[in-house]
């Protein structure tokens, strides 16, 4: 993804004019169509006023009139309502604590849709930290989810909410082989908790049995779990495996086989599902 994104503005804009209508729970979904400027209440205290000047997109935003943030989004190229149906600016309480937070715009593909997300902290103030594409918001509902496609695969994010309201990626689910995934849960830090090949399931936080396979017709050869360039045996057709984990490049899958449950990598075309 490629974003234009200039350092904070000292640009000021006076608030004025009365707080519009404010309802706690819903979902604004705005853009630029044939305005300057659009203002969204965030809560009956707090305004956001997002600015096209110059051809850049600006963010301020203000509590009981003064500004608490401040940020230039660069030239997404968005006019309201994207081709693929996204809305350039959309405006949720992800957090639960009672401010909407803002989640502008910054970047277009194919079938990618790019966020950049302004969070509201406890103490007032807010955190320019999230990045997500394709969002998904629920009102009422703290967290969301979003997706996106590399070449090949889409990956699927469920984003919750960690200390201090701050969002981050809880799990992210990646089609691996047409028809299997690998599901990565992390913590609050971004640190990788577990990873494991799942099947499908409409709920991506849906707990699901392990996934097993076989050796394909030609066998597989299985390498060290410590070295991949090292053949530690060889699988013959038919050989049950269980399905742990992929490698970095999807190109490899850590196996499970034999009565004492050993341990290897097998290549992924050398694996035929049930």
Same mark, same amino acid.
């Given at each position: 993804?490629?974003?234009?994104?200039?350092?904070?503005?000292?640009?000021?804009?006076?608030?004025?004019?009365?707080?519009?209508?404010?309802?706690?729970?819903?979902?604004?979904?705005?853009?630029?169509?044939?305005?300057?400027?659009?203002?969204?209440?965030?809560?009956?205290?707090?305004?956001?006023?997002?600015?096209?000047?110059?051809?850049?997109?600006?963010?301020?935003?203000?509590?009981?009139?003064?500004?608490?943030?401040?940020?230039?989004?660069?030239?997404?190229?968005?006019?309201?309502?994207?081709?693929?149906?996204?809305?350039?600016?959309?405006?949720?309480?992800?957090?639960?604590?009672?401010?909407?937070?803002?989640?502008?715009?910054?970047?277009?593909?194919?079938?990618?849709? !790019?966020?950049?997300?302004?969070?509201?902290?406890?103490?007032?103030?807010?955190?320019?930290?999230?990045?997500?594409?394709?969002?998904?918001?629920?009102?009422?509902?703290?967290?969301?989810?979003?997706?996106?496609?590399?070449?090949?695969?889409?990956?699927?994010?469920?984003?919750?909410?960690?200390?201090?309201?701050?969002?981050?990626?809880?799990?992210?689910?990646?089609?691996?082989?047409?028809?299997?995934?690998?599901?990565?849960?992390?913590?609050?830090?971004?640190?990788?908790?577990?990873?494991?090949?799942?099947? !499908?399931?409409?709920?991506?936080?849906?707990?699901?049995?392990?996934?097993?396979?076989?050796?394909?017709?030609?066998?597989?050869?299985?390498?060290?779990?410590?070295?991949?360039?090292?053949?530690?045996?060889?699988?013959?057709?038919?050989?049950?495996?269980?399905?742990?984990?992929?490698?970095?490049?999807?190109?490899?899958?850590?196996?499970?086989?034999?009565?004492?449950?050993?341990?290897?990598?097998?290549?992924?075309?050398?694996?035929?599902?049930?």
């Amino acid at each position: 993804m490629q974003t234009n994104r200039a350092g904070l503005l000292a640009l000021a804009i006076t608030f004025a004019g009365g707080q519009a209508a404010f309802a706690e729970c819903d979902i604004i979904e705005s853009g630029f169509k044939e305005k300057a400027e659009q203002r969204i209440a965030l809560s009956p205290t707090v305004e956001a006023s997002l600015v096209q000047l110059a051809g850049e997109n600006l963010v301020y935003i203000y509590k009981n009139g003064e500004t608490v943030f401040s940020g230039d989004f660069g030239k997404a190229g968005w006019n309201g309502t994207s081709e693929t149906g996204m809305p350039q600016v959309i405006a949720v309480d992800v957090n639960g604590d009672g401010v909407k937070d803002l989640f502008v715009g910054v970047g277009q593909g194919m079938v990618n849709n !790019y966020y950049m997300g302004m969070v509201s902290q406890p103490d007032g103030q807010w955190t320019q930290n999230v990045e997500v594409s394709n969002p998904v918001f629920t009102c009422g509902e703290q967290g969301f989810t979003g997706w996106y496609r590399s070449g090949p695969r889409g990956t699927d994010e469920v984003w919750a909410i960690g200390k201090g309201g701050l969002p981050y990626v809880q799990i992210s689910r990646t089609v691996v082989d047409d028809h299997v995934f690998q599901r990565v849960d992390y913590d609050a830090q971004g640190k990788v908790v577990t990873r494991r090949i799942v099947p !499908y399931a409409e709920d991506i936080r849906t707990e699901t049995a392990p996934v097993t396979a076989k050796a394909a017709v030609g066998g597989a050869s299985v390498y060290s779990p410590d070295d991949r360039q090292t053949e530690i045996t060889r699988l013959a057709a038919d050989t049950p495996l269980v399905l742990l984990e992929a490698d970095d490049t999807y190109s490899l899958m850590l196996v499970e086989f034999g009565p004492d449950r050993k341990r290897g990598w097998v290549a992924i075309e050398d694996v035929a599902y049930e």
